[in-house]
T-cell receptor, first 113, second 112 residues
Framework: DQQVKQNSPSLSVQEGRISILNCDYT??????FLWYKKYPAEGPTFLIS?????DKNEDGRFTVFLNKSAKHLSLHIVPSQPGDSAVYFCAASGANSGYALNFGKGTSLLVTP | DGGITQSPKYLFRKEGQNVTLSCEQNLNHDAMYWYRQDPGQGLRLIYYSQIVNDFQKGDIAEGYSVSREKKESFPLTVTSAQKNPTAFYLCASSDRNGNTIYFGEGSWLTVV
């Protein structure tokens, strides 16, 4: 059963606007959350992470928000750029599973000029 | 340069054959992981190892085997028992707390 869910398989956003990618999880033991960006036939590259003791983490154009009570996190990209077009994976981990990452199915983001 | 190296990048296997994918890291990471990616499936955990000579099954371990004889190396064997081995395989490593997780470039395995 999928413990990390990304319900939007794709998202299209105009350049300069905000991209919001959403992620839900079911396992309350998860305490560390990450976002990865992936291009076809390449390994994922780390974008940003957040610990369960925080509700927001910001790194340049990327901000991750965590709502623990709702078991929901989101990635905001502002402003969106065409080079941001890729598949974005949400991942979660916890000590009870050796910190192995549990991934969502990904959201394909297309930023149009 | 520190990083994770997977080889080969592309591999073809005949049905009924075992094949081993290599994963080496020089990041001094304690933990290593193997994931599989299929279209529309995201990344699914096959096996992980938190320390040398120890490893745990992930969500889809059936038909796979691993070893962790050295800290730097975590090879994955895709056995003939794996019914649908054609996929993109990703190796990753992290520190013991999983705070810094890096991925290799991946290996494409095709069964012919």
């Amino acid at each position: 059963d999928q413990q990390v869910k990304q319900n939007s398989p794709s998202l299209s956003v105009q350049e300069g606007r905000i991209s919001i990618l959403n992620c839900d999880y079911t396992n309350s033991m998860f305490d560390y959350f990450l976002w990865y960006k992936k291009y076809p036939a390449e390994g994922p590259t780390f974008l940003i992470s957040i610990s369960s003791i925080k509700d927001k983490n910001e790194d340049g154009r990327f901000t991750v928000f965590l709502n623990k009570s709702a078991k929901h996190l989101s990635l905001h990209i502002v402003p969106s750029q065409p080079g941001d077009s890729a598949v974005y994976f949400c991942a979660a981990s916890g000590a009870n599973s050796g910190y192995a990452l549990n991934f969502g199915k990904g959201t394909s983001l297309l930023v149009t000029p | 340069d520190g990083g994770i190296t997977q080889s080969p990048k592309y591999l073809f296997r005949k049905e009924g054959q075992n094949v081993t994918l290599s994963c080496e890291q020089n990041l001094n990471h304690d933990a290593m992981y193997w994931y599989r990616q299929d279209p529309g499936q995201g990344l699914r955990l096959i096996y992980y190892s938190q320390i040398v000579n120890d490893f745990q099954k992930g969500d889809i371990a059936e038909g796979y085997s691993v070893s962790r004889e050295k800290k730097e190396s975590f090879p994955l064997t895709v056995t003939s028992a794996q019914k649908n081995p054609t996929a993109f395989y990703l190796c990753a490593s992290s520190d013991r707390n999983g705070n810094t997780i890096y991925f290799g470039e991946g290996s494409w395995l095709t069964v012919v």
